[in-house]
């Protein structure tokens, strides 16, 4: 059957796919909206597995709160290239998986795939749509989010420039004067990649690992064995400051931690929480 031009750009706006692929799935499926947005979907799928094994270091990274700032996500959203990850319908697509996620609040990244796109389709089998589309692999692999009750704190975002990465951050105390502070902060943890919020938060594997590091430096210096566990926990110390978030000299006045910056605001402000999300 013929084909018409506005059957094919119908097609087009509902699936973001190629003209010419349009026209393709449409004559094969006798001009069946539903069967040709599987046609393309099946498109996707064969050049996802032909590509399973390529890398998706680029991409979108993007961080949303809710209107009350008490949740709030970070999604990435990957792909090969840096031309792909700069198209403003790759953008879209990934900004508004974000808004899905902020509205659902999955557990995991797997329970975000599942959910609903739109379409008829989840978000899972979307982005294996668009790999079809696009002609290079897409994948949503990582994801996180911060919860918090009314009265309990807020939670502030940061997108770095370019979408390179995204970062959460949740202050303890709520209102509009401590949302600068939030997003200081949360400019924080994109520069200086932060493990933990402080000490408490550090595991204990990585803890057992930095005294053995010390131990051994303390003996290649020369220090007497029984000096060893002293030297070691000292450079603890030295370590916990420069990879915890609180004790970190604050990027825009290294004379202040960033627990000093924050108590400047209010004596009982601090963060319980942040999640950090970038490319690469």
């Known amino acids: 059957m013929a084909i018409s031009a506005s059957d094919v750009k119908k097609l087009r706006d509902m699936t973001g796919a190629g003209m010419m692929d349009c026209k393709k799935a449409l004559t094969e499926a006798n001009g069946d909206f539903d069967k040709a947005i599987e046609e393309l979907r099946k498109k996707g799928q ?9 890398d998706t270091t680029e991409g979108v990274v993007i961080a949303k709160t809710s209107g009350n700032r008490n949740n709030g996500v970070v999604v990435k959203l990957g792909c090969e290239t840096d031309f792909v990850a700069k198209g403003e319908g790759f ?21 975000l795939k599942a959910t609903a796109f739109g379409d008829g389709m989840t978000i899972g089998e979307k982005v294996i749509e668009q790999t079809g589309v696009i002609g290079e692999k897409i ?45 200081d902060v949360a400019m924080q943890v994109a520069a200086m990649k932060p493990i933990a919020v402080n000490q408490d938060g550090v595991d204990q594997a990585t803890i057992d690992k930095e005294i053995e590091i010390g131990k051994e430096l303390a003996k290649n210096e020369g220090k007497p064995e029984a000096m ?11 370590f916990f400051k420069e990879t915890t978030l609180l004790p970190q000299a604050f990027v825009k006045d290294s004379k ?6 924050l108590k400047d605001q209010d004596p009982n402000l601090t963060v319980t929480d942040f999640k950090h999300i970038s490319l690469g």
């Open 228 to 238: 060893l566990e002293r030297i070691a926990t000292g450079r603890l110390n030295k």
């Open 91 to 111: 953008i879209s697509m990934a900004d508004k998986i974000a808004e899905i996620a902020l509205k659902e609040l999955p557990t995991t990244v797997d329970d």
């Open 139 to 183: 994948s949503l692999n990582e994801y996180a989010k911060i919860e918090t009750a009314a009265g309990e704190g807020q939670v502030l975002p940061y997108i770095h420039m370019g979408y390179k990465a995204g970062v959460l951050v949740a202050l303890n105390l709520e209102g509009p004067q401590f949302v600068d502070a939030g997003k």
């Open 46 to 54: 064969k050049l996802s597995a032909k590509r399973a094994d390529r």
């Open 256 to 261: 202040k931690s960033v627990d000093g910056y």
